[in-house]
């Protein structure tokens, strides 16, 4: 694991507010909602919300590491944004490849 890789979800409580609070663009869909934000580093980065009422600790686990590799693999910590996703529970559901087609739409359509 290369350093980045080790940066690309860590956010202070400062942070964390200061990116809720600057939130300019927002993508709903039934499995999670993803928010973007103007990045605050030198680089973007990701922040994963995810509930116990997504599932138990393995499934969680599960979701938190298919999205930090999605982002990670996509390169999208190379964009002009910091990434907040909002899991909900039917994403238990949902395959490898929808999740990461579902964060490629939601980085298409917050280009455009």
């Known amino acids: ?3 980045l890789a080790g940066k690309l979800s860590h956010f202070t ?4 507010d200061k990116l809720f609070a600057t939130v300019q663009y927002r993508v709903k869909t039934p499995a999670m909602n993803i928010l973007f934000s103007p990045r ?8 994963l919300i995810v509930s116990r009422k997504v599932g138990n600790a393995p499934e ?10 999605i982002f990670y ?3 999208f910590y190379q964009e002009p944004y910091d990434c907040i996703i909002i899991v909900k529970k039917e ?3 949902v ?3 929808e999740l990461k087609r ?3 739409n939601a980085y298409d359509e917050q280009k455009n």
Do not use: T
């Not at 409580?13 to 964390?16: A, D, L, N």
């Open 73 to 75: 693999e996509e390169k």
């Open 91 to 93: 994403a238990v559901m």
């Open 95 to 97: 395959s490898f490849a």
């Open 40 to 47: 605050q580093k030198d680089f973007g980065r990701l922040l």
């Open 13 to 16: 409580k400062k942070e964390i």
């Open 60 to 69: 969680r686990n599960k979701i938190r590491r298919r999205l930090k590799s």
């Open 102 to 104: 579902l964060l490629q």
């Open 1 to 3: 694991m290369s350093r």
